[in-house]
């Protein structure tokens, strides 16, 4: 099953722009993170955030989670031709056996 | 860091044959091994979850009898998926957890392998 969407689920932009992408999820989470996937390809882990944090940051990437209104969002600063992919937020527990659940997914076209 | 090795990473079959999916932890032992397909422009959906040295937990809607998993020890996990036909075509990816705890990550996965039945 999957928690929830993913908006927008597809977003295209010029390269420099800045892109968000919105996650919601349903149940209450241990943390979540956000993984891009080349089409074709496999996933690259991009930032964890857990459900104690609001803010994190990692060179171009922000995210934010607010467990409130279960949502949390992902944005790409100064955005490149490179970083054209799918991008996925995927919610995590604590015990072994807990899969992670996936959103639908954003799929991001910067256009040079 | 941990490294979670598949193959292959795409294969072409004849309809009605199978295909085996091998998932290795290079690194550290992995208790539990999830199984994801993805179909074009669509997400990861859980298929199975399967514990080292125990029955796979399969996802509603998944055939167990037609995607056979084996955990058999606890850094490998293989995928066969049976009598293979085009609806079958997919992406098929795998994710570890180590088990001394959680890694930085929480979650390995593998390349995945790009399924094609003809």
């Known amino acids: 099953s999957q928690q929830g969407e993913e908006d927008p689920q597809a977003l295209s932009i010029q390269e420099g722009e800045n892109a968000t992408m919105n996650c919601s999820y349903k149940t209450s989470i241990n943390n979540l993170q956000w993984y891009r996937q080349n089409s074709g390809r496999g996933l690259v882990h991009l930032i964890l955030?857990?459900?104690?944090?609001r803010e994190k940051h990692s060179g171009r990437l922000r995210v934010t989670l607010d467990t409130s209104k279960k949502s949390s969002s992902l944005l790409i600063t100064a955005s490149r031709a490179a970083d054209t992919a799918s991008y996925f937020c995927?919610?995590?527990?604590?015990?072994?056996?807990?899969?992670?659940?996936f959103g639908k997914g954003t799929r991001l076209s910067v256009i040079a | 860091g941990a490294v979670v090795s598949q193959h292959p990473s795409w294969v072409i079959c004849k309809s009605g044959t199978s295909v085996k999916i091998e998932c290795r932890s290079l690194?550290?032992?992995?208790?539990?091994m999830f199984w994801y397909r993805q179909f074009p422009k669509q997400s990861l959906m859980l298929m199975a979850t399967?514990?080292?040295?125990?029955?796979?937990?399969?996802e509603q809607g998944v055939e167990k009898d037609k995607f056979l998993i084996n955990h058999a020890s606890l850094t490998l996990s293989t995928l066969t998926v049976t009598s293979a036909h085009p609806e079958d075509s997919s992406f098929y990816i795998c994710?570890?957890?180590?088990?001394?705890?959680?890694?930085?990550?929480?979650?390995?996965f593998g390349s995945g392998t790009r399924l094609t039945v003809v």
């Open positions: 995927a919610t995590g527990e604590n015990s072994g056996n807990t899969p992670l659940v």
């Open positions: 690194d550290f032992q992995a208790t539990t």
């Open positions: 994710s570890a957890r180590e088990r001394q705890g959680i890694t930085t990550y929480g979650y390995t």
């Open positions: 955030i857990r459900s104690n944090e």
């Open positions: 399967s514990n080292e040295g125990s029955k796979a937990t399969y």
